[in-house]
C-alpha cells in the first residue's frame, strides 16, 4: 500500500493525471466531508473540496515525502476551507444564524427551529442534518476548528498552524465549541430524545 | 485540583493529548467531583457523535469535473511559456545582466574621460557640413610654439593662427564672441603679461540678404561708426543686369570687431564665418629695439658730425646719417603699419542676395535635384545612423533599470513562493 502510493506520488509528480486521481481516492471522501461540514452545503463543498484537490495537483512537485501525504493533503484542505470561509465571511456572504458564540462564551442566538415533530425517532440522516445545522450556527472561527479537530482529526498544532492562530486558541475554542454543542442539544432535547439519550446521559445538570 | 482547572483540560483530555501526569490528576478530581464527571462524559459523548457522523455523499458530478479542471491544469502548465524563462533562464539572464551593467559602469568612465564629439547635420535646403569646436587642446599648443619663435625677426614666423567656425546661424555672434576670446586667451600665453599684444584680426562672413544695395549701404555705415573705413567692395550681376551678390572688405577699431559683426550678421542669413588672428607683437617690438638702436646710431653720427673737420669726414659721416635715417624711417613705417593693422580689424563680407524669381521657364524645383537626392539620401542615411546609435545608448540608458526591475521582480516572486510555501504545509 505504502509501495503504491509512493509509486502514485512519483508518477503523478510527473503530471500523470490518471494516477494522481487514483491518489486521491483514499482521500477524496475525508476532504469533501470536510469541506461539507465547513460550508454547510453542497455547493460550495464542491467547490472547495475541488480547490483542494487541485492545490495538491500544483503543490505536489513540493512534496518532499518527509511527512505522510495525509496529513499534508488535509493541511492544504484546511488552508482551503479557511481561506474561503474567510472569503465568504468578509463578503457577508455567511448564512442566517452566525454569531452564536463569541470568543466571550455567550450565547447570543437560537438557531433556527427544524420544525421537527416533539418525540420524533429520528434517523441517521436526521440526526447527521440536526448537528450540520448546529455545525452551521457556530461562529466560523469556531466551526473551522471544530471541524479540523473532529472531521479531520489534526491535532491541536495543526490546527494552530493551519488558522494562523495560538494553541491555547485551539485549545479554548474547542471546549467552548463542545460545549456550545452540548447546550444548543440540551435546549432541544425535548424535540430529540434519542440524541439527548446519547448525549446527555452523564450531561444534565442537577 | 478546582472544578475550573479541571473542566480546562477536558478537551486535551478528550483527543487524547494530555500528559500521564496531567492525567493521573484530572483522574483524582474525577474521582471525588460527580458534577465534573458528568460534564466529561457528556462532552466525550458528543465528540464521539461528532466523529461518527456519517460520510457524505459525493454528487456523481464531482469526479467527472475536478478530472476536467485537472486535464485543463496539466495543459496549461505544458504550454506555458513564462515558467520554461523563469525556471531555465532567469538566473543566466540575470547574472548577465548584472555582468554587462558592471561593464557598462566601469566603460562609463572612459566615455566621460573623452569628450570629443563630431556632430554631422544636414540642413533641408542646402547641406552644411559644420565642425563645431575645434578641441581647445590643439590651440594651446599652437600658441605655446607662437611664444616659442617669440625671439625670431621674420615677421613670416609669427605663428598665423586660424580658428574656423563653420555654422548655419540664423543670426547672431556667439561663435565670433567664443572664437574671439578663445583666440585672445591662446595668445596670451606664454607673453609678458605687461608687454601690449599686437594681434591683427581678420573676420569674414558670408550673408545672404534680402537687398544688396541696403546691406551694402549698412555695412559702410556699420564701418564708419566704429571709427574704420571701406577698403573695398565689388558687386556681380545675373543675366539679366541684376546685381545678385558682392563683395565689401571694411575695417573697425579691433575692440569693436564683435560689435560690428553681431550688426552686420543681423543684416541677413549667415551663411558660414571665419575668424582669424595674426601675433604680430614680437615682430612689433622687434622693430622697436631696432628703432632705438638706429635712434642710438643717429645721435652719435650727429655728434660726430659735429666734431668733424674735413668735408671728407662730412660726407661719409652725412651718407652713413642717411642710411640710418631712412631705416628709422622704414621702421616707423612699418610700426605704424602695423600699429594701424591691429588697431582696425578687417572684415570681409560676401554678400548674396535670393534667386529672384524670373519670368521665362524655370527648372524650380528640378533645377537641383541631383543634389537634393543626393542630400536627401545622406540625410536618410545619417537618420539610420543615428537612429541605431540611439537604439544602444536607449539600451545603456534602460538597462539598468532593467536590471532592477528584474531584481525586484524575482525578489519579489521569492518572497510569494516563500509566503506559499508557508500557507501551505512543506509536508
Known amino acids: 500500500m505504502a509501495f503504491d502510493e509512493y509509486d502514485l506520488i512519483c508518477r503523478s509528480q510527473k503530471g500523470d493525471i490518471d494516477a494522481f486521481e487514483q491518489l486521491i481516492s483514499a482521500y477524496q471522501q475525508k476532504i469533501y466531508n470536510t469541506a461539507y461540514r465547513m460550508m454547510g452545503n453542497y455547493h460550495d463543498a464542491s467547490d472547495v473540496a475541488q480547490e483542494a484537490i487541485i492545490k495538491v495537483y500544483k503543490a505536489l512537485s513540493g512534496f518532499r515525502r518527509e511527512a505522510s501525504f495525509g496529513t499534508w493533503v488535509y493541511h492544504i484542505t484546511a488552508n482551503t476551507c479557511r481561506d474561503e470561509i474567510r472569503r465568504q465571511y468578509r463578503a457577508h456572504e455567511s448564512s442566517l444564524d452566525e454569531c452564536i458564540l463569541t470568543d466571550s462564551g455567550e450565547i447570543t442566538k437560537e438557531i433556527a427551529d427544524c420544525s421537527h415533530m416533539p418525540e420524533q425517532v429520528l434517523g441517521e440522516k436526521e440526526v447527521e442534518e440536526y448537528l450540520q445545522t448546529l455545525i452551521n450556527a457556530l461562529n466560523p472561527e469556531y466551526r473551522m476548528v471544530m471541524v479540523l479537530r473532529e472531521q479531520l482529526g489534526l491535532s491541536y498544532q495543526e490546527i494552530a498552524d493551519s488558522l494562523d492562530i495560538s494553541m491555547g486558541t485551539v485549545k479554548s475554542r474547542i471546549n467552548r465549541g463542545r460545549r456550545a454543542l452540548r447546550e444548543k442539544i440540551l435546549a432541544d432535547k425535548e424535540h430529540y430524545p434519542d440524541l439527548m439519550r446519547l448525549v446527555v446521559r452523564g450531561g444534565e445538570k442537577a | ?427
Open chain 2, 1 to 427: 485540583m478546582k472544578c475550573q482547572e479541571a473542566k480546562e483540560l477536558f478537551p486535551v483530555f478528550i483527543d487524547g493529548f494530555l500528559s500521564p501526569e496531567e492525567t493521573q490528576e484530572l483522574q483524582m478530581h474525577l474521582g471525588e467531583c460527580q458534577e465534573c464527571r458528568k460534564d466529561l462524559e457528556s462532552l466525550q459523548e458528543l465528540s464521539h457523535i461528532l466523529q461518527s457522523m456519517p460520510d457524505i455523499p459525493i454528487p456523481p458530478e464531482f469526479k467527472p469535473a475536478l478530472h476536467a479542471r485537472l486535464v485543463e491544469i496539466s495543459f496549461a502548465s505544458k504550454t506555458e511559456v513564462i515558467p520554461f524563462w523563469q525556471r531555465r533562464l532567469a538566473k543566466p539572464l540575470t547574472i548577465a545582466a548584472v555582468f554587462v551593467f558592471l561593464i557598462a559602469a566601469a566603460s562609463l568612465g572612459n566615455i566621460l574621460g573623452n569628450t570629443n564629439h563630431e556632430t554631422i547635420s544636414i540642413d533641408n535646403t542646402n547641406s552644411v557640413m559644420s565642425n563645431s569646436a575645434m578641441p581647445e587642446s590643439d590651440m594651446i599648443a599652437d600658441s605655446g610654439v607662437v611664444s616659442n619663435s617669440g625671439a625670431a625677426v621674420d615677421p613670416g614666423l609669427a605663428e598665423r593662427k586660424s580658428i574656423s567656425s563653420d555654422t548655419e546661424m540664423a543670426g547672431g555672434g556667439v561663435a565670433f564672441d567664443a572664437a574671439t576670446t578663445a583666440s585672445d586667451e591662446s595668445m596670451s600665453a606664454g607673453y609678458d603679461q605687461n608687454v601690449e599684444r599686437k594681434v591683427i584680426r581678420n573676420a569674414s562672413l558670408s550673408l545672404e540678404v534680402p537687398e544688396y544695395q541696403e546691406a551694402f549701404d549698412k555695412i559702410s555705415n556699420v564701418a564708419t561708426q566704429y571709427q574704420g573705413y571701406v577698403v573695398s567692395g565689388s558687386s556681380y550681376t545675373d543675366e539679366e543686369g541684376n546685381i545678385s551678390g558682392g563683395y565689401i572688405s571694411i575695417r573697425v577699431a579691433a575692440n569693436s570687431l564683435d560689435t560690428a559683426l553681431e550688426n552686420i550678421s543681423a543684416l541677413g542669413k549667415v551663411q558660414s564665418s571665419g575668424f582669424s588672428g595674426q601675433d604680430v607683437t614680437t615682430q612689433y617690438y622687434d622693430n622697436e629695439a631696432r628703432l632705438k638702436q638706429y635712434r642710438v646710431q643717429e645721435q652719435s653720427l650727429l655728434k660726430i658730425m659735429e666734431k668733424a673737420k674735413t668735408v671728407q669726414d662730412i660726407l661719409s659721416v652725412e651718407t652713413e646719417l642717411t642710411r640710418v635715417r631712412s631705416e628709422i624711417e622704414s621702421l616707423e613705417g612699418q610700426m605704424r603699419y602695423l600699429t594701424e593693422l591691429t588697431d582696425l580689424a578687417s572684415i570681409d563680407v560676401s554678400l548674396t542676395t535670393p534667386a529672384k524669381d524670373t519670368q521665362g521657364v524655370s527648372l524650380g524645383d528640378w533645377s537641383d535635384l541631383g543634389s537634393r537626392i543626393a542630400a536627401g539620401f545622406i540625410s536618410s542615411i545619417n537618420w539610420l545612423i543615428n537612429g541605431f546609435a540611439n537604439l544602444i545608448i536607449l539600451g545603456g540608458y534602460v538597462l539598468p533599470i532593467l536590471v532592477l526591475i528584474l531584481v525586484v521582480v524575482f525578489g519579489w516572486k521569492r518572497i510569494v513562493a516563500v509566503r506559499k510555501n508557508k500557507k501551505i504545509p512543506p509536508q
